[in-house]
């Protein structure tokens, strides 16, 4: 049964993320917010949405290692999962914006999050603060570079014209399918580790992970089937930089995380480090600013690992 509800509460995440991020970015343009800043920062802050509520939840209801590895697993998962099988189906060319300010601002976000649990075993929330501040200054740092070529977020320009009403009824069906979908995942991955006799930690950042991510998966694999090259890494590298500062931030910010599981400090943090740190040598080795076929079987098989030996130490 637990399964059932793993995968209900994924599909109620999917809808709820979808019918929010509609609605918000209807609302932006009542609002007249440029198409620019609706895609660098209402998009990427009602696409982290799904993964805010499970954190949030799992945070309130007394599994931290849940609302953690959540979001550890999800940017492990956005690299070697999703970054490895788009690079398998086509080569990604990288622009420089990627090493110049995208890859160096997810590892300073990467390397903050590691400090602030290792220094006190905790996420608390003046660290919360200090992550969802530093997001603040990127995205300004990023909506000011725009004018240089930088990718954003396609926005649905049709949306400018929905009606109040439906905004009103798209928001309140967004927000009951991710509150549902939220508690059903949670419960359900409580279950699971219980029957499977592993953590919850390891639950969430695998099975959680692998679950969240799929959107990602099939919107990079579409864009790569289509030739949109520019899509796929920065959208990435992004997720996993507002999985960290706004999801684990707001969360932290709301109620202080503590590290519940040993595993999280001693092995899946350095998990995640180890492919945000691996995608630089990947790019500029041999063919600079190329992540190939074989690059992504390498990324893959590495992501493979990480799962039978989180099951295996479980």
Known sequence: MSIVWIILGLLLLVVGGEFLVRSSVAL?????????????????????????????NAALTGSPAIALNNVIGSNIANIGLVLGITALVSSIAVDKSFYKLNWPVMMIFSLALYYFLWNDNQLSGIEGAVLFIGLIVFLIVLIRSAKKDVVVEEVDESLAVVSNVKIIIWLLIGAAALYFGSVWLVDGAKELATTLGVSDA???ATVIAIGTSVPELAASVIAALKKEKALSLGNLIGSNIFNIASVLGLTSIIKTIPVTDASILDKDIFWMLAFAAILIPLILIPKKMNISRYKGLILVIAYGAFIFLAFKGA
């Open 202 to 204: 390891v639950i969430a």
């Open 28 to 56: 932006s343009f009542k609002l007249n917010i440029s198409k620019m800043v609706i895609g660098m920062t209402v998009v990427s802050f009602a696409t982290s949405a799904p993964e805010l509520l499970v954190s949030l």
